[in-house]
């Protein structure tokens, strides 16, 4: 809505997100304590980010970035994998008092003498940058700022909703439960190709507002490989491979089972053990292909070995998705973005017969289980309105919620509305 010149070394910029989402009544024989509701019901999120930095040097930078996070999500933010909100906190207690979101330095190690223009974002103030380089970020921030990243599924301010179409399901990232985390990253760029690793601190416990400062009991290491080659000819493209080891007080769903089976716990309880370090691990791979000037297809596929809880974003272990995005200047509106995906989310053997048996997660617990697969079609219209104002239309039909046969399927309607000041 305001003009961000190129010249300043300080950005001073502002967003809000307000989503209203519904769903109708749905099939549900029965339900658990973190169950989506099956009786019809409405809810309404917003969040507020105030994006300030400034240039230090020629090559290193300040970042500070206040954030609000308010309402709640559709049944408090449980009963799916896919969840239709990404913007929703699953901590109501933490109400909306603004907090610290992202706070870091970022230094700049230029190894060429030629630079490229590149656009200027709240995460990048520099207008040009050499084409060869070594960046370091120390300080707050998500990882998913940097990792598994899709220029047409990343954003749920202005493209798709649902956490499997913006992110790798079966990532379980680093992060308290707002989703920020602290850490260093460092990202060597050459010109078609970059590499990526990040050390950063888990939360004490799953889903959790403390993070665990100890590196000895709780760390997560993430690494990434991007080619930046189209698979189409002179159309560009950009493949990432991403691996993930975290390392956190995490329970073990096999074990949490044995010990109900010897009646040592009523249902199984993934939190019934003692303080303990586990290791988590898994990969992804995140394809984007132009198609032409106005589309962009992507997809995303993920694992990880399931046995461990999940501690930080979703309950899924194996996750497929896929989509297309279009620009809207082929219709004479080239501010406006539509989009289609489709996700496809899985558990582990071990996850699903907790769930199964009882035993619930931080977003999952039906208190039982005929186990299919999560499947989730997404649509959204975004609308160039006026400035830095966008409306937008979403809508998501899931099938097995919380990959509960017996549940759903159940259809979400959302709207949006975003300001970029």
């Known amino acids: 809505m305001f003009p961000h010149g190129d010249s300043s070394r300080f950005w001073i910029s502002g967003q809000m997100n307000f989503i209203e989402q519904w769903h109708g009544s749905f099939s549900s024989p029965y339900q658990g304590p973190l169950s989506l509701v099956p009786r019809g019901e409405n809810a309404f999120s917003r969040v507020l ?8 040097t020629d090559y290193s930078e300040v970042l500070f970035q206040l954030e609000s996070a308010g309402g709640h999500g559709i049944s408090g933010g449980s009963g799916l994998a896919g969840y239709t ?43 040009e940058l050499p084409q060869r380089r070594l ?13 598994d990243l899709n220029s047409a599924g990343s954003d749920s301010h202005l493209q798709f909703l649902n956490f499997t179409s913006d992110n790798n399901g079966a990532y379980d990232y680093a992060a308290d439960t707002r989703g920020y985390t602290i ?24 889903n959790g507002i403390d993070l ?5 009991r709780a760390r997560s290491e993430n690494t990434e490989l991007e080619w930046r080659k189209g698979l189409l000819p002179h159309r560009g493209g950009v493949l990432r491979l991403l691996s993930y080891v975290n390392h956190a007080n995490m329970g073990d769903y096999r074990i ?23 290791v988590k691990y898994g ?15 992507f997809g995303r596929f993920g694992w990880n070995e399931g046995r461990h809880e999940t501690f930080a974003f979703t309950e899924v272990d194996q996750a497929i998705s896929t989509g297309v995005v279009a620009k809207g200047k082929k219709w004479r509106r080239k501010q406006d973005r539509a989009g289609i995906a489709a996700s496809a989310n899985a558990l582990s053997g071990d996850h ?5 048996l009882g035993g619930k997660g931080f977003m999952l617990g039906d208190g039982g289980l005929n186990y299919r697969r999560e499947k989730i079609f997404e649509v959204f219209y975004t609308m160039h309105l006026w400035r830095g104002v966008f409306g937008a239309f979403d809508l998501q039909h899931v099938n097995n919620p919380g990959y509960n046969r017996d549940r759903g399927p159940v259809l979400v309607p959302a709207v949006r509305l975003h300001l970029d000041l």
């Open 49 to 56: 980010t105030l994006l300030t930095g400034a240039e230090l």
């Open 352 to 356: 699903r017969r907790y769930l199964a």
């Open 212 to 216: 665990q400062w100890n590196l000895s």
């Open 183 to 206: 850490g260093a990253l460092f990202d060597y760029e050459d010109h078609a190709w970059g590499v990526r690793f990040a050390e950063a601190l888990m939360p004490r416990v799953a």
């Open 283 to 297: 990969f992804g791979a995140n394809l984007e292909q132009s198609l032409n000037s106005s589309l962009t297809a």
């Open 256 to 278: 949490a089972i044995e010990q109900f089976e010897r009646g040592q716990t009523t249902v199984p309880d993934i939190t019934d053990h003692p303080l303990q370090t586990t």
């Open 135 to 147: 960046e370091i970020r120390v300080g707050k921030f998500q990882l998913v700022d940097f990792f």
């Open 85 to 127: 909100n990404l913007d929703v906190v699953r901590n109501p207690t933490l109400g909306s008092t603004p907090y610290v979101a992202r706070a870091m330095l970022h230094f700049i190690v230029p190894l060429s003498k030629n630079s490229a223009e590149v656009e200027r974002t709240p995460l990048s103030l520099y207008t």
